[in-house]
């Protein structure tokens, strides 16, 4: 093999390396789906106080922008309040219930929040 062909080959196995760890890095798509209707929720009914996204501020001040909350404790433990209706101090926060299936993708949300940035 000529020093060209393996020159090529070893930049195709690079290209292929390189697009292999990008892909790898990508959710399956019922994961993807997941986190898109829980993106959905959170717009739905969090997005007016909260900031749902990587970079924005939150809305009300004093709501936590969603992609902090993991630092503070970890968003699974959310699942249980999410079924029972969040309830907090403040009086602008309403009380809301999710069903099962849409906790799951809720939370699948809050964790694609802590990728890194």
């Not at 930049?11 to 390396?17: D, G, H, K, M, P």
């Not at 907090?88 to 009380?95: I, L, R, V």
Request: with cysteine; aromatic share 6%.
């Amino acid at each position: 093999m000529s020093s060209t062909s393996r020159s090529h080959e070893g930049r195709s196995l690079a290209l292929a390396a390189g697009l292999a760890a990008c892909l790898a890095g990508l959710p399956a798509p019922a994961a993807a789906a997941s986190i898109q209707r829980g993106q959905t929720l959170a717009r739905t009914h969090c997005a007016t106080c909260h900031a749902i996204d990587r970079s924005s501020p939150s809305p009300l001040t004093i709501a936590p922008p969603f992609r902090d909350l993991h630092r503070n404790y970890p968003v699974e433990s959310l699942s249980e309040a999410l079924a029972e209706g969040i309830m907090t101090g403040h009086p602008s926060m309403p009380q809301f219930r999710f069903d099962p299936d849409q906790i799951e993708d809720f939370i699948a949300f809050l964790k694609s929040l802590e990728r890194r940035r």
